[in-house]
């Protein structure tokens, strides 16, 4: 991580990178506030996307990567994947 930060302060276009990484940011945010945080289906119906995580991280890995849920549920993907990243 170091070497990217010295990377980044050393580019001459610096301003347009962090301007961009910061409206991604805002609209990741922004994304993830709108986003379900509960399953609504399946053996963990109407469970926090949380409390799965911490019982079967693996049950939320698979629907992150099943295309049929990430095409019906995006925003529950959104806040799955950013969970998982997150922990990562």
Do not use: C
């Amino acid at each position: 991580m170091k070497d990217f930060i010295e990377f980044v302060n050393d580019m001459p276009e610096r301003h347009l990178l962090v301007s961009t990484l910061e409206a991604f940011h805002r609209l990741r945010q922004e994304q993830r506030e709108s986003a379900v945080d509960t399953i609504p289906f399946g053996k963990y119906k109407n469970r926090s996307i949380e409390d799965v995580f911490t019982e079967n991280s693996g049950y939320l890995k698979w629907m992150a990567n099943n295309t049929d849920i990430r095409e019906k549920y995006p925003k529950l993907i959104l806040n799955i994947d950013t969970l998982i990243l997150s922990n990562e």
